[in-house]
């Protein structure tokens, strides 16, 4: 089968968890002999690994309907049996292909639109308006011409169908991961909590700072905070007054397994609903109990196999904290449970399943445009 692959960009260093995921994808795809013609809209901000070749386009700078143009270009010029577009952004332009274009659509979506007031990022007030309105009235055309609608979680989905999406269209694939850590040596310290992931307020950096402080003075504890981004300078401050709290830069994938495998608790202290975690699958992995929003894909994630908090409330945040950080059982009860549950993520369960939604939707969608 030949595949088309529509991403905004793809950034193997700076680029998070979905650029991982796009990168797992194309490579999963292709180790199942299937021809994959990656295509990025973004070109500036690619960092393509070695193995990993696109066409690249400039489209950066595009009116919304000057990008929705250029996809549908790009998909109509393609030779593929189908046409897998990675990314919110770019499903206008999917569905509008798909209304005339011949060739299947499948549109996987990891975030919110940016109207949705889940989202992180926001357009402003009267573009989100004019934005909102349009999604749902001329938008719900091309909403409705994708064959299928790939959510990374239960969670996203059932936020994108309460939109309007249509229900029968969703299934769920979430991100995937393969593990290398057979010669990692455990070396747990129930007292050292961990955070990883980018340093922006809605991964709730500054929550995490503040119920630290929070924390009653007889306990002893500290905490690594792995990461980079706009907050940085926060976290270093922070770490320059407080011994306790200790700042690392990104690192590489080995030298990150050994921060899951040192670490007592893992802390996933995001404001915002998230729509996935990968971060907490990879702690849950590592047998660490985790501590995760209760609003959000992060909790379903974690399951019996972590304590939740109210997003965006320090002081639940800090009485989690306290919770595992004064009970050593509970942590190991939770952290053994944690394996069995990212098992659901691992690449042989996810993958087969993607393999076979491809497979159907080419099946029954080829040369049946909406």
Partial sequence: MRITLLATAINQKTGGGSHRN??????????AGHEVDVHTVF????????????TESAGEGLSFFGLQHLIAQMLSSSESDINFVYGHTLLWGAGAYRMCGATPVV???????????????????VSSLMHSVWERT????????????LAVSPHLR????????????FEVVPNFFEWSDANVTRTRDVRCMLYVGRLVREKGIEDLLQALAGLSSGLSWRVRIVGDGPLRALVETHA???????????????????????????VHPARWPEPFGRTVVEALHAGLPVVVPEEGAAADIAGDAGVTFANSDVASLT??????????????ELGERGPSRAKRFSKNVVVPELLRILGSVRKSGHGSPQ
Avoid: C
């Fill in 22 to 31: 796009i990168i797992a994808i194309v490579r999963a795809l292709k180790e």
């Fill in 43 to 54: 070109s500036s901000r690619n960092d393509l690994p070695s193995d990993v070749s696109a």
């Fill in 107 to 125: 549109v996987y979506l990891d975030n919110y639109l940016d109207t949705m007031p889940q989202a992180a990022r926001s357009r402003g007030f």
């Fill in 138 to 149: 001329l938008g719900i055309s091309r909403i409705r011409a994708v064959d299928r609608y």
């Fill in 158 to 169: 059932d936020v994108y169908e309460k939109r309007g999406f249509p229900a029968a269209a």
């Fill in 240 to 266: 320059a007054r407080d011994h306790r709290i200790e700042y690392v830069p990104w690192t590489r994938e080995e030298q990150l397994l050994g921060e899951y495998a040192s670490a007592g608790i893992f």
């Fill in 319 to 332: 009485h989690a904290l306290t919770a595992l950080l004064t009970d050593p059982q509970k942590q190991r």
